[in-house]
């Protein structure tokens, strides 16, 4: 089972300035792929809160996805981070410089180049890499703050990272938590292959709680939800 | 000037099974109340992970604000997890367990008394606390993950957070990042009490780039605004 984690580089999240839409994104689209995202911070822009970040990130996930602080301006020092965090430096990569000169032509000022700076030791990531490619350091994927753009980068890597589905129950009851906890305590015990999850709801919708039973081991789930109905008897509203 | 972290504990969150809205409240609101936002992590209800993610920002922030596992259910690990975070115990709370006894009578459950269950040395805060108080244990305030409870609770203590507030100027411009970023480094070295900001667009809206500037130093947002106008000259699209 591969594992990731995301980092969301930018003030911009942190004061309220921008919603994030990126990780919202990749968190959906990582289950469907059936990858186990394990964490996601946001941090601002600050080069060594950057650097510790994602060498913890790496050394801990399969994967690492970065957000933000790409781009030629003071506040952008993703990949400077993402260098220090390997004790390496940025340089220039000359593809990416020819790649900036193509598309600037006349208009190119000196500052756009700092786009071409990666961290040494960089690698590209296939996909539309006619125009521009995703680059990434050993396991980080570096991909841009503005939501149009790290979606159609993410869209082109995506399906490199797919691996054995989730499989999903969800059992509805009109029991409260504290009536079934036990009940839970027993299915969790017998099916330790199985994520269960309880959410309560408290507002006038037809459950109480809803149990997930989740995992990659399908019989798995179906043996623990049989056992979970079972338990919760005339109190299990519907299966799902 | 006052900072905080924010720590969601919860699978739901990481698998896509509930989006966030807690820290999207609470990212607004502290804005607005002048704190500034430093730090937000998602993390699993693993017990290990939030002892030590709620040490950390317990030892790194002012404030620190927990969201989620809190409740009767194996999931819920929270209190427990702070506790560890500061080399104690859960202990039950007799005013909390009066409360519990009182809202479920007869139908109390013994697990529904594991909500009585507070870190040893934790605190109350006022608010609704005739209802149920918020807990607070030093520096961390923990909040239920259910959006609408969170919302109350929090709404019952925010304004003991209240700071000198932020002031923000945005400046919208037609020119690229690259054509601008020697200027704002101009205004960045000249004003490093002020945060700004440089937010490029790629859609076909009137601006290409908006820059913000903000600092509780209003005077100094001012001045810093009128530098970046001045050097921007006839590219200026309008200040807000």
């Known amino acids: 089972m591969s594992t990731a984690g995301i980092i969301l580089i930018g003030d911009e999240i942190l004061s309220g300035k921008v919603a994030d839409e990126n990780a919202r994104l990749l968190v959906e689209d990582l289950r ?3 990858v186990a995202l394990k964490k996601i911070t946001v941090i601002p822009d600050v080069l060594d809160e950057i ?7 790496s050394d801990t996930f399969d994967h690492v996805f970065t957000s933000g602080g790409v781009g030629p301006t003071h506040d952008d020092l993703t990949m400077e981070g993402i260098a220090r965090a390997f004790g390496g430096k940025v ?13 600037y032509g006349e208009r190119l000022n000196e500052r756009n180049l700092r786009m071409a700076d990666v961290p040494e030791g960089a690698h590209f990531v296939d996909g539309d890499s006619a125009n521009w490619p995703v680059v990434a350091m050993k396991n980080v994927y570096i991909l841009p703050g503005v939501p149009e753009i790290f979606r159609r980068k993410w869209m082109a890597i995506r399906d490199r990272f797919a691996d054995a589905p989730y499989v999903l129950r969800n059992v509805f009851t009109h029991a409260e938590e504290g ?18 999850g309880s959410y309560p709801r408290f507002d006038t919708s037809e459950y109480r709680v809803k149990v997930t ?8 789930v179906e043996r623990a ?3 979970l109905v079972e338990l919760l008897g005339t109190r299990v509203i519907r299966v799902a």
């Open 51 to 57: 650097a510790a970040t994602v060498r913890n990130f």
């Open 225 to 227: 939800t049989a056992q």
């Open 91 to 103: 340089v220039r990569h000359p593809e990416l410089e020819r790649l900036l000169r193509g598309y």
């Open 179 to 196: 009536e079934i906890a036990a009940h839970l305590d027993a299915v969790v015990a017998a099916h330790p292959a199985v994520q269960v």
């Open 32 to 34: 469907s792929l059936g």
């Open 213 to 220: 039973l989740e995992s990659k081991q399908g019989d798995e």
